[in-house]
């Protein structure tokens, strides 16, 4: 697993042992920074569910202010501690060992233009975040959120406050653009 572009462009990621986490593929994650494009830019970024916290760390690449890294398995988040090490970016990034949803229940630091939800298929948990973040103003007013799923799941816009405004399929991965309605 690498950094595919930015700054970091080539720089390698250590990686969780075993099956505990499903690192986003550099197609995958190539086609959804192509897609993001300049909203890359000075973002602040949440990543939950960061498993190696490859996609933030790409995000920093590109050129992100900073970003939040959600991780609630002790060693994806050793995995990501020595990343931020390796990569030299504790003073832009920080992990915080907690699970996703007591995070979004206990935050108060601020909005993100930019929130990434990648967290295991086939749990609803895409859904559930979706619901708690359409209730609390964590999203900048025109950020967007990316979320992982896989390619049979459903996301119903009716269901949060946030327009599904693109969807792409790779392989057994759905990714899905959302934003606010009122962007």
């Not at 086609?31 to 960061?50: E, H, P």
């Not at 269901?159 to 606010?180: A, C, N, P």
């Amino acid at each position: 697993m690498r950094i595919i572009a930015g700054e970091m462009r080539g720089r390698i990621l250590k990686a969780v042992e075993g099956t505990q986490t499903r690192p986003t593929s550099d197609k995958v994650k190539g086609a959804m920074f192509n897609v993001l494009g300049d909203r890359v830019k000075d973002a602040r970024v949440l990543d939950l569910f960061s498993g190696t916290g490859n996609l933030a760390f790409e995000a920093l690449s590109r050129g992100a202010s900073e970003a939040v890294l959600v991780e609630k398995g002790h060693s994806a988040f050793k995995v990501v501690r020595e990343n931020i090490e390796h990569l030299g970016l504790g003073y832009k990034a920080k992990i915080v060992l907690m699970d996703a949803f007591k995070f979004l229940d206990s935050y108060r630091d601020g909005v993100f233009n930019l929130i990434f939800l990648d967290p295991p298929y086939h749990q609803e948990l895409v859904a559930k975040s979706l619901s708690i973040l359409s209730e609390r103003p964590y999203l900048a007013p025109n950020g967007v959120i990316v979320a992982e799923t896989a390619k049979d799941d459903q996301l119903s816009a009716e269901m949060f406050s946030f327009e599904i405004r693109k969807t792409s399929l790779y392989g057994d991965t759905k990714v899905w653009y959302l934003q606010r309605m009122d962007v």
